[in-house]
């Protein structure tokens, strides 16, 4: 395990490249023995700090669950970030491409939570009972970290690369429809670039939420009442800069747009 001084300068860095909005050297590069302990303590001082500067958490992201995402990453196994208030915006929200490094969107469905789920033995039949509603939403990713070469190490330490979500189209409960047939359709500029199926996500978009509540729990962590769960996307992500609008079609449960300015 790294020490906290190197930990503690490694969260400095990325705090540093959020601002100037130019990545880091890829950290498994320069500390080719990091783990993914040692990554996710680099999020959780970074989590400390933005708490400690007003940011509230209002949800978790998880990544890579899907076959697309891990084929476009090379990365075989999910991960998690943290979402904070500032970072949601609603469907039809500008944007300025300027704040993020390297900015691609994907497809996803997000999860409010009713009710706490706490693993370690969380199942899906406990997300769908402890859902309030799941609703369409774009995840926008940055990059902190140079993308090059990148492995799971590198992506935890970058919070899994969160940047934003956008929210909207038509909340639904989890018991009114089969979560693992949403489909979805990505355009970008009046342009199909990407489609898919929520069951891309681990056969089921809920069993990510299930995977992450079992995953904090030996860190006396829990999936807590209120707060909004990214399950992952089943699209691979797409490039997107100055000037592009982004609409993704989700049928039945409606539409999520944004523009970067």
């Known amino acids: 395990m790294l020490s906290e001084e190197t930990i503690t300068a490694i969260a400095d860095e990325l705090v540093q490249a959020g601002e100037t909005r130019t990545p880091v050297p890829r950290l498994t590069a320069r500390y080719p023995e990091m783990t993914v302990e040692d990554s996710y303590r680099v999020q959780n001082l970074w989590r400390e700090r933005s708490e400690a500067a007003g940011r509230v958490l209002v949800g978790r992201k998880i990544g890579l669950t899907s076959r697309a995402m891990q084929m476009a990453t090379g990365i075989t196994e999910p991960d998690y970030g943290i979402i904070f208030d500032d970072m949601v915006y ?3 929200a500008k944007l300025k491409w300027e704040d993020f490094t390297g900015a691609r969107v994907e497809m996803e469905l997000a999860f409010k939570l009713k009710k706490d ?8 039949f406990d997300v769908l009972d402890a859902t309030e509603y799941v609703i369409p939403a ?5 990059a902190r970290v140079e993308m090059e070469g990148r492995t799971i190490v590198d992506t935890i330490s970058d919070n899994a690369a969160m940047g934003a979500m956008v929210i909207g189209g038509n909340p639904v409960k989890p018991e009114s429809i089969d979560l693992r047939w949403v489909s979805g359709i990505l355009f970008k500029n009046q342009t199909v670039e990407e489609t898919g199926v929520a069951a891309g996500v681990l056969n089921h978009p809920a069993a990510g939420v299930y995977w992450l509540a079992n995953k904090i729990a030996p860190h006396g962590d ?7 769960i990214l399950a992952g996307s089943f699209t ?21 747009t944004c523009h970067f300015e």
Do not use: H, Q
């Open 90 to 92: 609603d469907s039809g």
């Open 117 to 124: 789920i706490e693993g370690p033995r969380a199942n899906i």
């Open 222 to 228: 829990k999936l807590k009442a209120g707060e909004i």
């Open 138 to 142: 774009l995840e926008i990713l940055d």
């Open 236 to 256: 691979r992500p797409m490039w997107v800069n100055a000037g592009d609008t982004v609409f993704a079609d989700y049928g039945p449960l409606g539409t999520v």
